[in-house]
């Protein structure tokens, strides 16, 4: 009997439950790293950039397992080693071993980056998948609202049960999508005989390489990547801290610490909600020039939220600052990934999408550590500030990108042609001319 249920219906439950199992880790994430473990500023930054390095390592590797074997499959491994990791990190008393869960979290979580959205893609196609996106992110949303309630109420017996239960419950979506998750419409790219599949992985890798350069916008979006993963780090690793140390949390109603940290979160993510709502219905997310305009006026109001809450010593201005940014993030993620996938071969598009968290990972594994010696040497209100003004150059790519999104990409004769050029051994590699690059 076949229980695979719809892919839309296991789309918007995946992201339901993982909303709701991530957040019940990351609401008190940081101050379990705080309070429990002892972390300095520069350590809480250090632990994101080893979870970024690892993604940087990894990312397109397992992008391209996806896509040469099975995005489904990625999927399922990539939940199952992101569970063990979290109770491992739970159970853990000292820096060195919660690093090395972030090494761990970091490969697995690989496998999944990338391969969902591709998964997706795949199974309903590309114009059916673009609301779906916006959807999901609205179902992970609820997923998460629920797990900060679960996360506050547990952390109140112990700051590592919602941890080590997040993990649990991580392995056993990944044991329920091997029995719901169907993959009807993915086809294994043809190998010749004699071929080993390591020789078509390099070869899918080399497509997505080949696909970046012919498709001079994907160069663009990759580089807006790299600039906010740097931006986002800073502020990801210090903003619970800065609340602790620098600005402190008013005795309002007698709340306890950690049900702040839970409301804060609560609050953020049904404004989240609302923005997500509001883009859905008004913005246009048809062609790359659209998309770019969106996301360019979400970065510059990121960018003045984000230091505004690293000056500001009131706590009611950095509390609404803070809601603003992960507001503007909430809607920023789903808009990133219709711009990415707009017009990507399917063969190669797990890889793309992998590279576009690389790049993610590449600008936070860049950016982190420069971060964690301000805060450290400086202060922690500087750190942030820095952050924010991190990402001040995706402006101008931007601008860039609706220049050339307006103007058009190569058609897609011109692209394949160029693709095959790329391929052959008898053919030399062209130099990519002044298009090709941000």
């Not at 379990?32 to 590797?61: H, K, N, R």
């Not at 509001?278 to 969106?294: I, P, Y």
């Not at 992998?354 to 982190?368: H, L, N, P």
């Amino acid at each position: 009997m076949n229980r695979r249920l719809r892919p839309s219906t296991v789309w918007l439950a995946y992201c339901v439950v993982d909303g709701f199992l991530f957040r019940l880790t990351s609401t008190i994430f940081s101050v379990f790293l705080i309070l429990e473990i002892g972390l300095d500023p520069f350590q809480l930054v250090f632990m994101g950039t080893i979870l970024e390095a690892s993604y940087l390592l990894f990312e397109v590797p397992t992008g391209v397992v996806a896509d040469v074997i099975s995005r489904r499959a990625s999927v399922i491994v990539g939940l199952f080693g992101t569970g063990v990791a979290f109770v491992l990190l739970g159970l853990s008393h000292s820096f060195l071993v919660a690093a090395i869960t972030q090494a761990v979290w970091g490969v697995f979580a690989t496998f999944t980056s990338g391969a969902d959205v591709a998964w997706l893609t795949d199974e309903v196609g590309e114009e059916a998948a673009r609301p779906l996106y916006l959807k999901g992110d609205q179902a992970w949303s609820i997923g998460s609202l629920v797990g900060i309630v679960a996360s506050v109420a547990l952390a109140t017996v112990s700051l590592a049960l919602p941890i080590v239960l997040s993990g649990i419950g991580f392995s056993l979506l990944a044991a329920a999508l091997v029995v719901l998750m169907p993959e009807e419409h993915f086809r294994k790219p043809e190998r010749e005989e004699g071929r080993r599949i390591h020789h078509s992985l390099v070869q899918t890798f080399k497509q997505g390489i080949g696909e970046v350069r012919a498709h001079h916008v994907l160069l663009l979006i990759l580089a807006t990547a790299a600039l906010h993963g740097a931006s986002t780090e800073g502020f990801d690793r210090l903003s619970d801290l800065h609340v602790l140390t620098d600005i402190g949390l008013p005795s309002f109603g007698g709340l306890d610490r950690i049900v702040w940290f839970g409301v804060i979160d609560g609050v953020g993510l049904l404004l989240g909600l609302g923005a997500l709502s509001f883009v859905k219905r008004r913005a246009d997310l048809e062609g790359h020039a659209a998309v770019a305009r969106v996301l360019m006026a979400i970065d510059v109001l990121l960018i003045v939220s984000v230091i505004v809450f690293g000056v500001v010593g009131s706590f009611w201005i950095a509390l609404a600052a803070f809601w603003v940014v992960g507001g503007l993030r909430s809607v920023r993620d789903p808009v990133f990934t219709a711009w990415i996938n707009q017009g990507l071969d399917p063969a190669t598009r797990a890889t793309i999408n992998s590279m576009g968290s690389q790049s993610d990972a590449i600008g936070q594994t860049v950016g982190g550590p420069g971060l964690g010696l301000i805060a450290r040497s400086v202060s922690v209100p500087g750190a942030i500030v820095v952050s924010g003004l991190l990402s001040a150059p995706v402006i101008l790519l931007y601008l860039r990108a609706i220049k050339r999104g307006t103007v058009g990409t190569l058609p897609p004769d011109a692209m394949q042609e160029r693709l095959l050029l790329e391929k052959d051994p008898r053919t030399e590699t062209p130099e990519p001319g002044p298009d090709a690059s941000p």
